[in-house]
């Protein structure tokens, strides 16, 4: 969409956005405001899109105080459509957290959408809801029960999920608890269960209640549960609820409605293969051990604290952009991510390259600010000699650049002829992997989610 006539008055350019929202298809979806610079300056979710998105044109709009001026700076919009309302939820809550749009408040912090954990390596496993389905503690170490896990995932609705979880306990008798429960421990028979076992909801196996292939049978039912439409449990609670209406039981029948609308809504997930969360759902090597092994594998003289890593991306073949992600302690520094649109002519990557490390670090390059401890470009050598070329017309030279080549995943290092190759299992390598690979992630999965539009800013 073009803004039509550059004096239009401030009337004229809302009853103008008034009617393109209208003529929006009655779908639900995403849409991104946009200022006179086509940079988004606020994402929203829609049920139906001409409903919610010409809510903000009508002159009775009433936006509240944080949103009002927006539309002192709206010039146009971008919507994105999608199959469901949970859809658009998922990709509202991505292109807030990739984006940060100036009139976004919510969402642009890191709480994200919860998930289902099904431990497998544990004697009776355990079911527990989740916003870490990684299991990554803060020292970058992951516990045993985790590794394995089957994980469901992300849920949009998270009362929903942990109410729906309640009701299938009722059912499959599965354990929620923290406890490290050990088969045939000879403490397990002196240890009182808890109240869900009272109220059958559990089959205690902290206190040898339940033989391990019984409770294993159990958990494997609800695994299938969750992977099925669980249209039989659905049938049954509809049935219930009927009789206890019948029956005059209203609250009875009320709590069984709730108990189906949270079931249902198990429906409301996505998966991880998606990608829609990345910043929980990788696993990070434990920082410390990564910092120190590059340190060593690159001879510098401290663990490098701050890692900036590049990408170039072209957006529907003909539009390039490169991404920035920083990592700061061997973890994401999210605040500092950020994207460039490349200006260079043609599809080049060694001139993005060259461009996006010039307009980088030219403060830094005129000794204004720091570099960060390492500069890592996604790439071999042709990269990092094309980035060696931008920086070398800096006052203040780089301390130190390197390239990750995909596939044989060798490190090239500025003013080395050989390039370095680690096993696959060294922490050093591992942390410039997941530097390169975010990157790679932030430039790509923006592209994939907006579905080759073009909403970048600079």
């Known amino acids: 969409m073009q803004n039509e006539g550059g004096g239009e008055t401030r009337e004229e350019r809302l009853a103008r956005l008034l009617k393109q929202a209208r003529a929006l298809p009655p779908e639900p979806g995403v849409y991104l405001m946009k200022d006179e610079k086509d940079r988004v300056v606020y994402v929203g979710k829609a049920r139906k899109l001409p409903d919610r998105v010409s809510s903000y044109f009508v002159p009775s709009a009433d936006l509240g105080p944080a949103k009002a001026p927006m539309l002192d700076v709206v010039t146009d919009f971008e919507t994105l459509e999608c199959e469901t309302e949970f859809e658009a939820l998922l990709t509202e809550n991505r292109l807030i957290k990739d984006i940060r749009p100036r009139f976004n408040v919510r969402l642009t912090d890191d709480k994200t959408f919860p998930y289902l954990v099904v431990t497998q390596r544990e004697d009776f496993p355990r079911v527990f809801v989740t916003r870490n389905p990684a299991g990554m503690k803060p020292d970058g170490t992951t516990p045993e029960y985790m590794k394995g896990a089957k994980v469901f995932g992300p849920f949009v609705n998270a009362g929903a999920l942990r109410e729906a979880v309640q009701v299938a306990q009722r059912v499959f008798k599965f354990r929620d608890c923290k406890l490290d429960i050990v088969q045939n421990h000879p403490k397990n028979k002196f240890f009182r269960p808890c109240l869900l076992y009272s109220i059958g909801q559990c089959t205690a196996p902290c206190a040898n209640r339940v033989s391990l292939t019984a409770y294993g049978e159990q958990v494997d039912r609800f695994v299938r549960f969750m992977g099925s439409k669980r249209s039989q449990m659905l049938r049954e609670l509809r049935t219930e609820m009927d009789e206890a209406s019948k029956a005059l039981e209203f609250e009875r029948a009320a709590e069984l409605r709730d108990q189906i609308a949270?079931?249902?809504?198990?429906?409301?997930?996505?998966?991880?293969?998606?990608?829609?969360?990345?910043?929980?759902?990788?696993?990070?090597?434990?920082?410390?051990?990564?910092?120190?092994?590059?340190?060593?594998?690159?001879?510098?003289?401290?663990?490098?604290?701050?890692?900036?890593?590049?990408?170039?991306?072209?957006?529907?073949?003909?539009?390039?952009?490169?991404?920035?992600?920083?990592?700061?302690?061997?973890?994401?520094f999210k605040s500092e991510y950020r994207r460039f649109k490349i200006t260079s002519v043609g599809n080049d990557d060694y001139a993005a390259i060259r461009e996006v490390v010039s307009?980088?670090?030219?403060?830094?390059?005129?000794?204004?600010?720091?570099?960060?401890?390492?500069?890592?470009?996604?790439?071999?050598?042709?990269?990092?000699?094309?980035?060696?070329?931008?920086?070398?017309?800096?006052?203040?030279?780089?301390?130190?650049?390197?390239?990750?080549?995909?596939?044989?995943?060798?490190?090239?290092?500025?003013?080395?002829?050989?390039?370095?190759?680690?096993?696959?299992?060294?922490?050093?390598?591992?942390?410039?992997?997941?530097?390169?690979?975010?990157?790679?992630?932030?430039?790509?999965?923006?592209?994939?989610?907006?579905?080759?539009?073009?909403?970048v800013g600079d």
């Open 262 to 332: 949270a079931i249902e809504k198990l429906e409301e997930r996505s998966s991880r293969r998606d990608g829609w969360q990345p910043e929980t759902e990788i696993g990070y090597v434990d920082p410390e051990k990564g910092m120190r092994s590059l340190q060593k594998t690159l001879g510098l003289d401290e663990p490098p604290r701050v890692v900036e890593g590049f990408d170039i991306a072209h957006l529907g073949g003909n539009e390039t952009v490169a991404s920035k992600v920083c990592f700061v302690d061997g973890r994401p």
């Open 359 to 455: 307009r980088r670090y030219r403060d830094a390059g005129a000794g204004q600010e720091l570099y960060p401890d390492v500069i890592l470009i996604d790439g071999g050598l042709g990269q990092l000699h094309s980035a060696m070329e931008a920086l070398r017309e800096m006052d203040v030279p780089a301390p130190m650049v390197i390239s990750l080549a995909k596939k044989e995943e060798l490190i090239h290092v500025q003013e080395r002829e050989a390039p370095i190759r680690l096993g696959r299992e060294n922490f050093g390598l591992r942390l410039c992997q997941q530097v390169r690979d975010e990157a790679h992630r932030f430039a790509q999965h923006y592209h994939h989610i907006l579905r080759r539009k073009k909403v």
